[in-house]
């Protein structure tokens, strides 16, 4: 029995490891956050908490693909959480001064705050790819610009209230079929991205961009246009989320977006995105997100205070980078 | 010629020589030193020694193993085979650390200084004097000045090496040797940036050196300095040590016979194609890297070899070409076509590919699979209604390592599992999913075997069969001269020479790299 015992065990061994290698640390972190939580607070696995989960997940999803396309390029965006902040509030006014003109003002409110996000987005790529600053500085710098914008035209920071309620009834709080009408866009936004990245050329040179400047370049691919691009897509995503949480909280409010630059690119890494580009898959950034936010509602409902949460998330990161980097010395 | 291949792994020693004292004045001996790297065999059981107050001279091509020697010598690089004994003490130079610590020093010719610290900072870097906690400033200063008054040389101890003139670096990187104990200084190259004034001090320092004792490595191309300064010559050809003799018999003509006489087998297919209109005319071209007023034209269906020592120009040549550098003047007209934008991706557009020298850096995306690295460049080809068609895409990356017999477990693989010669065949793929109508090869067959490099030889060939024009730029006469229908020579970043393939051999070739005069057989 015992010496019986040894093989079994060996082979248990090679086979946990052969599995580990092949999806990482995120499906077992994902797996251990449901387990505790779930045992400490059974309410925390039923189906209403989990649509409450999968719908607060979303912004924090579509930033996070914004984020990684960013990181994919050999880049990143640290200006995701002012230029949010911005959107909302842009976008808020906008609505506000256009009460006006019912279902106008809606339309042009969210026009106009994609718009702005593209436009923080094209700056950034203008910096970036045709100025050639560092990443983590015109988008830091950015963020600060956004953010002190925001504080002007608010007036110091004064909530903007009076979004129109049928903005607020559809995109933020509407349901089709069932299914939360934050969560649709999300799936569809996951689909397009999908697509970009495994069906289309820009898809495939950003991934060689973040992998290889010079080889890109000497490949002939126009390295500049491309980073620029990867920005301003990165901007209309994060418009996108932004107009999506002035839906969810009714009011543009500037500070909406300050967890977002950390949160979104702890979440792409902890879904196996490579901080150094080219690497990373888009599931894995996706479940990235679902698993900060599910670690966030399980504290939450085990009255874990936000000090202590904002430690756990990071305790988190560290944890799987460092599983992750063992894991790529097995391959 | 013994038995090298046998040497690799066992050195033969000459048996007879003790490790002990035959002749106390060797402060160097190197014996059956072998060094292989993958796909090449750098250094085949060389033997090398130095006397205490001596000038060695190594002179030999690129590639002839010069470097890897006192780089095996120096520490950074561990023999496969051999014994190394220093004053007769058998060692095993673990690091560059070790050697320094038996006082064998290496003033490089890349220069190994930090460009953003003073020159005093510099000299010590690594080797800090200390009193104490503290930096030992007065002492280090004092030191430092007394061997730049060695040198001769005009600097300020405190300004930034950033700021003074590559002549002065070179300075500055011999100069600072001088603080330590040496027993042996090499020399790489050591004038390639000078002055005749400056090289004249140098030689003086040379001197005095010579007078304390010490045994001076000296690499150079430049036969009337080896004549100079030189004691002893020795010649390394395809990593042997093909001779060493008195400086008194190293005259032009025996170091070229020596340094060439390389026989070429099979290797290289017979030239087939036949050169058709002019295809690629560059007209006073320049940039801003060093490139000066390069015009040749090139032909369909032709090979064009580009050689030249290392920095004589022939690097920049594909790289401007290809818009890698920054043009400052000059045209490039295809198919009697001015073309208005010289960078990458037009370049690429126009059916002009660049195969650079450098696979890792600048050749393979290496997170990526053999497919996406052979498909990535031309994804137009890919493309309906700008979605890829996927099906297509991987039908062609296999119809492509098929055609170039890439080994791989799949196209699928990622490209950096590969070894170095079918990786190789990856770039070279990659140039075939559209029509190319010029290829810049540049360093083609660099660091990988000689199997994959005939069949690479084979595919030029093909390429110029079927009409397209090949530019090729080698280190390696012997590509040069056999696969070639004609030769330009750079130097000082201008084409010095200009040759039908056919008239030339590699006498003729050197002599034209280093300046030599050329007496006879020149076309064009």
Same mark, same amino acid.
């Given at each position: 029995m015992v010496t019986n015992s040894i093989p079994n065990r060996q082979r248990l061994i090679e086979l946990w490891k052969v599995v580990f290698i092949r999806v990482g640390a995120l499906p077992f972190i994902l797996v251990g956050i449901l387990v505790i939580f779930g045992v400490w607070n059974p309410a925390f696995l039923s189906s209403g908490n989990m649509f409450m989960v999968s719908r607060s997940a979303t912004y924090l999803i579509v930033v996070t693909l914004g984020q990684m396309l960013a990181l994919l390029s050999g880049g990143l965006d640290l200006s995701v959480g002012g230029s949010i902040t911005l959107i909302s509030v842009v976008s808020a006014m906008v609505m506000v001064a256009l009460k006006a003109y019912p279902g106008v003002d809606v339309f042009v409110g969210v026009l106009t705050g994609i718009g702005v996000g593209a436009l923080v987005g094209a700056t950034n790529g203008y910096l970036i790819a045709y100025r050639r600053i560092a990443p983590f500085i015109a988008t830091f710098a950015m963020g600060s610009i956004a953010n002190g914008v925001c504080l002007i035209i608010t007036g110091g920071g004064l909530p903007i209230f009076g979004v129109p309620g049928s903005f607020v009834g559809t995109l933020g709080r509407g349901e089709v079929l069932g299914v939360s009408v934050p969560i649709i866009v999300t799936i569809l936004l996951v689909g397009v991205m999908y697509f970009i990245l495994s069906w289309t050329r820009f898809g495939r040179y950003i991934y060689a961009l973040g992998g290889s400047r010079e080889a890109a370049h000497v490949m002939g691919i126009p390295i500049r246009r491309y980073t620029f691009l990867t920005y301003v897509i990165v901007g209309i995503l994060v418009g996108l989320a932004g107009v999506m949480l002035l839906a969810r909280t009714g009011a543009g409010e500037v500070t909406l977006g300050l967890e977002m630059p950390l949160l979104s690119i702890a979440a792409a890494v902890l879904g196996g995105?490579?901080?150094?580009?080219g690497e990373g898959k888009l599931y894995g950034a996706v479940l990235g997100a679902v698993a900060i936010i599910l670690l966030r509602v399980g504290m939450d409902m085990a009255r874990i205070g936000s000090f202590v949460q904002m430690a756990a998330v990071g305790v988190v990161l560290i944890m799987v980078v460092v599983i992750d980097r063992y894991r790529r010395q097995m391959v | 010629m013994e038995n090298t291949a046998k040497s690799m792994n066992q050195p033969e020693y000459q048996s007879s020589l003790s490790p002990e004292i035959e002749d106390k004045g060797y402060v160097v001996r190197m014996i059956g030193i072998s060094k292989s790297f993958p796909g090449t065999k750098a250094l085949k059981s060389v033997n090398f020694d130095l006397k205490r107050g001596e000038v060695h001279v190594l002179v030999g091509e690129n590639g002839a193993g010069k470097s890897t020697l006192i780089k095996v010598l120096s520490g950074v690089y561990q023999p496969d085979a051999g014994e190394i004994y220093i004053n007769e003490r058998k060692l095993t130079i673990k690091n560059p650390h070790t050697a320094r610590s038996e006082g064998v020093y290496t003033a490089y010719q890349e220069l190994s200084l930090v460009?953003?610290?003073t020159v005093l900072e510099n000299f010590f870097l690594g080797a800090e004097l200390q009193r104490g906690l503290m930096l030992d400033k007065q002492r280090m200063r004092k030191l430092a000045q007394s061997a730049i008054d060695t040198v001769g040389l005009p600097i300020d101890l405190d300004s930034y090496i950033a700021q003074i003139s590559p002549a002065h670096r070179q300075m500055v990187e011999i100069a600072r040797h001088f603080i330590q104990k040496i027993r042996v200084l090499i020399l790489d190259? *050591? !004038?390639? %940036? @000078? !002055?005749s004034e400056e090289v004249r001090k140098l030689f003086g320092v040379i001197k005095n050196l010579k007078e304390d004792g010490v045994g001076i490595i000296y690499i150079s191309h430049r036969l009337d300095e080896v004549k100079q300064v030189g004691d002893r010559a020795s010649i390394l050809r395809d990593g042997e040590n093909v001779a060493t003799i008195g400086i008194e018999k190293a005259t032009e003509d025996y170091l070229i016979e020596l340094m060439t006489g390389r026989k070429v087998e099979t290797i290289f297919p017979t030239v087939a194609s036949k050169p058709g209109n002019v295809l690629l005319e560059v007209e006073e071209l320049s940039t801003e890297e060093g490139l000066k007023n390069v015009c040749f034209q090139l032909h369909a269906g032709e090979i064009l070899g580009f050689g030249g020592l290392i920095g004589s120009g022939k690097e920049n040549i594909g790289r401007g070409l290809f818009g890698l550098e920054k043009i400052t003047t000059g045209n490039i007209k295809l198919g009697g076509k001015l073309l208005h934008k010289i960078d990458p991706s037009h370049m690429t557009k126009e059916g002009i590919v660049y195969i650079p020298s450098d696979r890792h850096t600048e050749g393979l995306l290496s997170l990526m699979t053999v497919r996406e690295n052979i498909t990535t460049p031309s994804l137009g080809v890919f493309e309906r209604y700008r979605v890829l068609q996927k099906g297509y895409e991987r039908h062609r990356a296999e119809e492509l390592t098929h055609r170039l017999d890439v080994? !791989? *477990?799949?196209?699928? !693989?990622?490209? %950096?599992? @590969?070894?170095g010669g079918n990786q190789q065949k990856v770039v070279v793929a990659r140039s075939l999913v559209k029509d190319t109508k010029v290829f810049i090869f540049h360093e083609l067959t660099r660091g990988i075997d000689i199997g994959t490099k005939i069949e690479i030889y084979k595919f030029v060939q093909e390429l110029a069969k079927q009409g397209a024009g090949i530019i090729y730029i080698s280190s390696e006469l012997a590509e040069l001269l056999n696969l070639t229908h004609r030769v330009i020579v750079t130097r000082d970043s201008r084409i010095a020479d200009v040759f039908d393939t056919p008239n030339i051999n590699e006498e003729i070739l050197l002599r034209s790299y280093f300046g030599w005069k050329v007496e006879e057989k020149m076309s064009n």
């Open positions: 995105v490579s901080l150094f580009g | 460009p953003q610290m190259e *050591p !004038t390639s %940036a @000078l !002055t080994r !791989t *477990p799949s196209i699928e !693989t990622i490209v %950096a599992k @590969l070894s």
